[in-house]
């Protein structure tokens, strides 16, 4: 029974594509990005290249290259699909809808600060609101809130 004489050169390409194949897999156990797996799936020809020792190991740096940039580039709208793309949903969201004070004037050319919830923020609004007008949250924008006067409905 003959064996495949490995060389130096060869015995440490096998390790390292081992490892990036583990290393890889690993990564893809704790993430949802289905990026890793591309990594892994592209390492394990590389696996074999190496085991053959008159193939220079440039030739499996070439093969693992071209295959993650097509795994990556062929399968990116898929895992977009897939994963989605969902509105992640935070505690700031709350305030949309809430009723606040206003504690510092807001002007259309100049921020104010409104009280809502017992929380000092900053407000814009394309109305002018005066200082313990009773305002409504529209939305949040980055760190600062829009307002818009709020009119009470009497039944």
Request: glycine share 4%.
């Amino acid at each position: 029974m003959t064996f495949i004489a490995l060389n130096a050169t060869s015995i440490t390409m096998l390790c390292i594509w081992t490892f990036v194949f583990v290393f890889a897999i690993i990564i893809e156990s704790q993430t949802a990005n289905l990026v890793s797996i591309w990594f892994a799936i592209a390492a394990i020809p590389c696996i074999i290249i190496s085991a053959f020792p008159n193939i220079p190991f440039y030739v499996s740096i070439i093969v693992f290259t071209v295959l993650v940039v097509l795994l990556l580039a062929s399968t990116r709208g898929l895992s977009k699909k897939i994963i989605g793309k969902a509105h992640l949903a935070t505690n700031v969201d709350q305030i949309i809808g809430e009723t606040a004070i206003v504690i510092k004037q807001i002007t259309q050319l100049e921020r104010g600060i409104v009280k809502i919830n017992n929380d000092s923020w900053t407000a814009a609004s394309t109305e002018e609101c005066n200082v313990g007008d009773k305002v409504f949250v529209e939305q949040v924008v980055g760190n600062h809130v829009i307002v818009k006067h709020f009119k009470e409905v009497n039944i």
